[in-house]
């Protein structure tokens, strides 16, 4: 059981299901129907997401022993091989799920987990470009959702994007801002070592207050829209605050909590997107 709650961890599964939620709600925007391609496009990325998180702790073990000691390599509760091994598994389960779903699902995938490894070994050290990638792997779960229908992609499914990436951009730097000091001692200069903490802060705090503005024009898309208002609300609320805190107070305990909170935003914005 210790062995199989460290491979939880080092998957970080929440977010795997994070992700296939919002590519069930890409999916469901263009076909409001379940199927087995919906199953498909869901566990394939959810594997997916846990491969890349599971080479994200391979790659950085030394940022982590600074920013997040308690992630399984570095306590010791998985070795390297064991880890090495459950990435390549999901990334080998992520494709072989996708194979059936046709060829713009799987090329998306496959490029997904080309960048998403890139940042891990690489992409992370070029500041705003690391930033801007990370960004766009999460929001394209939305596209991904929407391909795996073999339809049309729809325009909301565009304004889902395009939200997801502004919203993931703060956070992102945001998470700069937390593990400045880990990031330092590795040679990592993110954009709150350029420029910062401060103007950091307030950079993170622009691309959420955009990604605000712009989850405006989505009502005009559901029918339920009493219930998704009342979930758009509480979720420009989540946001709204986070971006007083960051551009107020953008200190590595701030963006934690920033960080943490946002998460939830995020979780209750995807739930809202897969209402009709």
């Known amino acids: 059981m210790g062995k199989f709650r460290a491979y939880l961890k080092l998957s970080r599964i929440e977010h795997g299901v994070m992700t296939g939620l919002a590519v069930v709600a890409g999916y469901l925007a263009v076909n409001a129907s379940f199927s087995l391609r919906l199953v498909l496009a869901f566990l394939s990325s959810l594997f997916a997401e846990m491969s890349l998180f599971a080479f994200n702790d391979i790659f ?82 939305f596209l991904y959702g929407a391909l795996a229908t073999g339809l049309a992609v729809e325009e909301k499914v565009s304004l889902f994007f395009l939200i997801a990436f502004l919203a993931n951009i703060g956070r992102e730097i945001a998470k700069g801002v937390r593990d400045l000091e880990g990031d330092i001692r590795v040679g990592v200069c993110t954009l709150a070592c350029e420029i910062g903490v401060k103007q950091a802060g307030l950079v993170s705090a622009i691309f959420m207050a955009l990604a605000v503005a712009l989850s405006l024009a989505s009502p005009q898309y559901f029918a339920l829209k009493e219930p998704f208002v009342a979930m758009l609300a509480l979720t420009d609320a989540i ?26 935003g995020m979780l209750v914005a995807i739930l809202a997107f897969t209402l009709p």
């Open 60 to 141: 950085n073990i030394e940022e982590d022993r600074v920013n997040s000691p308690e992630r399984p390599l570095v306590r010791g509760d998985l070795s390297r091989r064991e880890a090495l091994a459950f990435a390549a598994v999901a990334s080998t389960s992520a494709l072989l799920l996708a194979l059936p779903l046709g060829a713009y699902p799987v090329l998306l995938l496959l490029a997904a987990l080309a960048i998403g490894n890139a940042y891990n070994y690489y992409l992370k050290r070029l500041s705003i470009i690391g930033n801007l990638a990370v960004a766009g792997l999460t929001a394209s779960s």
């Open 239 to 264: 946001f709204i605050h986070s971006i007083y805190t960051i551009a107020r107070t953008p200190t590595p305990e701030a963006a934690g909590i920033v960080r943490r909170n946002t998460l939830i």
